[in-house]
């Protein structure tokens, strides 16, 4: 997974390709649960591409996107937001997967 290194760099991506943004931080006990399971996640899921972002580091674009809990997951296609994942909760690798089933290739 690609970590976010700068705004400018969540603007193209959001801009161009298709994308999921998982939003996290290295304090968050549910976002440590799913880490073991993230890379089947990317592999079974190759149409697009994942990107961490360190909600601490970027809380400007967690304010943006509304996202006020963690592990949340938002998708972009070309500058449109294609579906998001947001919540406090614990999420399953059943969950995370259904939400990508439903987001356009």
């Known amino acids: 997974m690609k970590k976010l290194e700068s705004v400018e ?3 193209e991506f959001k801009k161009n390709g298709n994308h999921v943004f998982m939003f996290s931080a ?28 360190d909600r601490d580091q970027f809380i400007d674009q967690c304010i943006e996107l509304d996202v006020f809990g963690i592990p949340s ?22 969950e995370i997967e259904a939400f990508l089933s439903k987001l356009p290739a």
């Open 9 to 11: 760099q969540f603007n």
């Open 26 to 53: 290295d304090w968050c006990p549910d976002c440590r649960v799913i880490d073991p399971i993230l890379p089947n996640v990317e592999k079974s899921y190759p149409n697009f591409t994942f990107v961490y972002v």
């Open 73 to 94: 997951f938002v998708a972009f296609k070309d500058g449109e937001e294609t579906g998001r994942f947001v919540s406090k909760d614990r999420k399953t690798q059943e």
